[in-house]
């Protein structure tokens, strides 16, 4: 399978703890986006990489979360000091960059809930 | 910035069209649409680039209006399969954050 994908695919955990998502792209894809997707809502962006450059992140991207993808292929999202608002599906895309024409192709996403 | 879709919602009969519109008060480099059904990831449909653009495949189709500030997508003869949320999406003038429409839930009965 060359598709996107993500692990783990679920994930409880305790108010105040640590989580980490990773990300798999697409192999020749060089840019990635995380997205956090609650109930009943459309997926919001999140961040993006450039091969190994973060190069835009949103407002909602608080102090608690941080992205790295250090070699330019996997990317990983933590969260620290998980509060019950960051419980979400967690989706990560990635693209080819041609201009005006980048199609995102996404994983399963990783569900989180913070008890 | 989050472009507008409407309907919010719409139930179908098998074999009925649809027509699910995304609105934006400025112009659009480009629209993506997107289908998502429960606990799954967006799925790509189809890109438009230019003003006046129409394109589609089998029974899904859309276009992009002139002014690039309205997009349609239609679905035709509509299938179970076609039940979900459909997003439109566009990146921003900037290139780099992506944003998705409201996103219009779509239920086929048979």
């Known amino acids: 399978d060359t598709g996107v994908s993500q692990n783990p695919r679920h994930k409880i955990t305790k108010r105040g703890q640590n989580v980490t998502f990773r990300c798999d792209p697409i192999s020749e894809h060089n840019r990635l986006y995380w997205y956090r997707q609650t109930l009943g809502q459309g997926p919001e962006f999140l961040t993006y990489?450039?091969?190994?450059?973060?190069?835009?992140k949103s407002r909602l991207l608080s102090d608690r979360f941080s992205a790295e993808r250090p070699k330019g292929s996997f990317s990983t999202l933590e969260i620290q000091r998980t509060e019950q608002g960051d419980s979400a599906m967690y989706l990560c895309?990635?693209?080819?960059?041609?201009?005006?024409?980048?199609?995102?192709?996404f994983g399963p996403g990783t569900r989180l809930l913070v008890l | 910035q989050q472009p507008v879709q409407s309907p919010q919602a719409v139930i179908l009969r098998e074999g009925e069209d649809a027509v699910i519109n995304c609105s934006s008060s400025?112009?659009?480099?480009?629209v993506h649409w997107y289908r998502q059904k429960h606990g799954e990831a967006p799925v790509f449909l189809m890109i438009l680039l230019k003003g006046g653009e129409q394109k589609g495949h089998d029974k899904i189709s859309a276009s992009f209006n002139e002014k690039k500030q309205q997009s349609s997508l239609y679905l035709t003869a509509s299938q179970l399969s076609y039940s979900g949320t459909y997003f439109c999406g566009t990146y921003m003038n900037t290139g780099n954050q992506f944003y998705f429409g409201t996103g219009t839930s779509l239920t086929v009965i048979p």
């Open positions: 990489f450039q091969n190994e450059a973060q190069l835009e």
């Open positions: 895309a990635s693209s080819l960059n041609r201009v005006l024409q980048e199609t995102q192709y």
């Open positions: 400025k112009a659009l480099y480009s």
